[in-house]
C-alpha cells in the first residue's frame, strides 16, 4: 500500500518539476529586446496601424503569437497587447550598463548585445575632433525632422494610394 | 518506509541540482575562456579571478570568434551611418525648401514604413541635396539623400518613390556595412572585448576610432566611388518594386526614371553615371518582374502635390 503511494509522490514530484521547467523555457523563449532607440507598438500586425505605445531601447518584450514579420506584444504597461515589427526586436539579450563579465561573453557568445559599446557617442566625438571639416549638425537636424502616423495616413489618401497593409 | 523513500527522492533531487548547477557553472567557465581567446592576441594584463593575468601569454594561435557584418548592431550601424551621412553632406550641400523636405520625409517615411525593414535604430530620415548632379545615396541605418538633380529625372510621383523605395532597399539589404572589410569589424571587436568598464580608456578609444575610421573609408569608397555590385544594386531595385506595390505605386514609375535618366546623364560625371549600373541593363533586368512598360497613369492629386512640393527644384 505505501509502495505505490511513494511511487505516485515521486512521480508527481517529477511531474511538477518538468513542468516548471518547460513553462520557465517557454517564458524565455518568448521574451526579446528592443534593440531600436524607439520601439513602436502597434495596435493592429500592419504598417497602417495606429501607434498606441513604445518601449525604449534595451527594454525586455513578452511576446505572445506571430504573424508574418509581426510579434504580438504585451504592452510597457502589463496590461493588454500590441504588435511590433520583428526589425525591432533581437533575440540577443541587450546590456545597457555592461561591466567586464558581460562584454567578454559578448565577444564570444552570439546571445548578448552590449548597449553603448564599440561604435558610439564617444567614438563619433573623437573622429569629430580629427574631421572638423564635417557638418554633422545637419546630420542633427535631419533626425529632428519626423513624421506622424496620421501624416503618413493622410498622404496615402490625399495620393489615391492604395496601401493594403497586411502582415508581410 | 514512506519516510525513507521520500528523504531518499529528496536527497537524490539534491545531488541532481548540484549536478546541473555544476554543469552549468562548468559551462560559463568554458565561455569564460572562449572569450579570452577573442583577446589573448592583443596582451594586455586584465585580472581574472583576483590574478593579473597578461593575455598574451595565454596563447598565440586561439581562434577570435567569427565576426561578420551582422554582428553590427542596429545602435553601432547608427554611429556609422551618421557620418557617413556627414561624409556625404561634405559633397552635396542640403536643400532646405520646408515644404520639398517635408513632403520627401513623408513620402520616404511611408515606402519605408511598408518595407521588410521599417524600424532601424535612428529610423529613416530623407533630404535632398542642393547638386544638379544626378545622385542619390543611403547610409547605413536609414539616412537617405536625392539631390535635385536626380529629383528632375523624376516625372511623376511614382517615379521619386522608385528612387527612394531604391534607397530604402540598400538599407534594409545592410549593403553599405557589407563594405566594411572583415579587418575593421576582428580590431574593433578585439579592442572592445579588452575593454570592460563604462568609458574607453585613451588606448581603447584610440583603437576603436581607428577601425571606426577605416569602415568609413571602406564604406564612402564604395558608396561615393566605386558604387555597390551589379547583384546589389538589382536587389535593391527588385525591393523597390516590392515597396512600390505594397504602397500602391506604379512601379513602372522606375521605368520612367531610368528612361529620363538614360537621357540626361553624362558618362565620365562623377554622380549615377559611375556608381550603378547603365540604366538600360537596369530596365533590362526589371522587366521580367513587372512586364513590359506601360506608362505611369497621371493622378491629379499625386501630380499636383508633387509639382506644389518640388517647385523651383
Known amino acids: ?168 | 518506509m514512506n519516510q525513507t523513500s521520500r528523504r531518499e527522492f529528496l536527497m537524490f533531487s539534491g545531488r541532481l541540482a548540484v549536478l546541473g548547477l555544476g554543469a552549468a557553472a562548468a559551462g560559463r567557465l568554458l565561455s569564460g575562456c572562449a572569450a579570452l581567446d577573442t583577446i589573448a592576441q592583443s596582451g594586455i594584463t586584465i585580472p581574472v579571478a583576483g590574478y593579473n593575468i597578461n593575455t598574451a601569454s595565454i596563447a598565440s594561435s586561439v581562434k577570435a570568434v567569427s565576426k561578420t557584418f551582422e554582428d553590427i548592431t542596429p545602435e553601432q550601424e547608427y554611429y556609422i551611418g551618421r557620418t557617413i551621412g556627414a561624409q556625404i553632406l561634405n559633397k552635396y550641400r542640403p536643400y532646405n525648401r520646408i515644404a520639398a523636405k517635408r513632403y520627401i520625409n513623408v513620402m520616404g517615411q511611408t515606402l519605408a514604413q511598408a518595407s521588410d525593414r521599417p524600424e532601424t535604430f535612428g529610423g529613416y530620415h530623407f533630404m535632398i541635396q542642393d547638386s544638379d548632379e544626378i545622385n542619390a545615396l543611403a547610409a547605413p541605418g536609414g539616412l537617405i539623400f536625392i539631390t535635385r538633380g536626380m529629383l528632375r529625372c523624376c516625372p511623376n510621383e511614382d517615379a521619386v518613390a522608385a528612387v527612394l523605395a531604391h534607397e530604402i532597399g540598400h538599407v534594409q539589404h545592410q549593403h553599405g556595412l557589407q563594405a566594411i572589410k572583415k579587418s575593421r569589424l576582428t580590431e574593433a571587436l578585439t579592442t572592445l572585448a579588452v575593454e570592460g568598464t563604462k568609458t574607453f580608456g585613451n588606448e581603447q578609444l584610440a583603437g576603436l576610432t581607428r577601425a571606426f575610421e577605416d569602415s568609413i573609408t571602406d564604406i564612402t569608397s564604395t558608396l561615393i566611388n566605386s558604387g555597390y555590385s551589379r547583384a546589389f544594386e538589382n536587389t535593391a531595385d527588385v525591393t523597390a518594386v516590392d515597396i512600390l506595390q505594397r504602397v500602391g505605386y506604379n512601379p513602372n514609375g522606375l521605368m520612367d526614371m531610368l528612361q529620363q535618366m538614360g537621357r540626361q546623364l553624362k558618362p565620365g560625371r562623377l554622380d549615377f553615371a559611375k556608381t550603378h549600373p547603365d540604366p538600360k541593363t537596369r530596365i533590362e533586368q526589371i522587366t521580367p518582374l513587372i512586364g513590359p512598360y506601360r506608362p505611369v497613369k497621371v493622378i491629379k492629386n499625386r501630380q499636383n502635390r508633387l509639382e506644389a512640393a518640388l517647385k523651383g527644384v
Not at chain 1, 512521480?11 to 524607439?38: E, F, H, Y
Not at chain 1, 534595451?58 to 500590441?82: E, F, H, K
Not at chain 1, 552570439?110 to 566625438?125: C, H, I, R, T, Y
Not at chain 1, 580629427?130 to 495616413?153: G, K
Open chain 1, 1 to 168: 500500500m505505501n509502495r505505490p503511494n511513494c511511487f505516485q509522490f515521486r512521480w508527481r514530484l517529477l511531474l511538477i518539476l518538468a513542468v516548471a521547467l518547460l513553462a520557465a523555457q517557454a517564458v524565455g523563449s518568448q521574451t526579446m529586446s528592443v534593440q531600436v532607440k524607439s520601439g513602436q507598438v502597434r495596435k493592429s500586425p500592419t504598417f497602417l496601424g495606429p501607434v498606441i505605445a513604445n518601449f525604449a531601447y534595451g527594454d525586455r518584450v513578452q511576446i505572445l503569437t506571430q504573424q508574418g514579420a509581426w510579434y504580438q506584444v504585451v504592452l510597457p504597461s502589463g496590461n493588454g497587447q500590441g504588435w511590433m515589427h520583428m526589425s525591432a526586436l533581437t533575440e540577443k539579450k541587450i546590456v545597457l550598463k555592461a561591466g567586464a563579465k558581460d562584454v567578454s561573453q559578448a565577444a564570444s557568445s552570439d546571445e548578448l548585445a552590449l548597449a553603448g559599446k564599440g561604435f558610439n557617442q564617444q567614438v563619433e566625438n573623437e573622429y569629430r575632433t580629427r574631421n572638423p571639416n564635417l557638418d554633422f549638425s545637419q546630420i542633427d537636424q535631419m533626425e529632428a525632422l519626423t513624421v506622424s502616423q496620421a501624416e503618413i495616413q493622410a498622404f496615402i489618401q490625399d495620393g489615391r494610394l492604395t496601401a493594403q497593409g497586411g502582415a508581410q
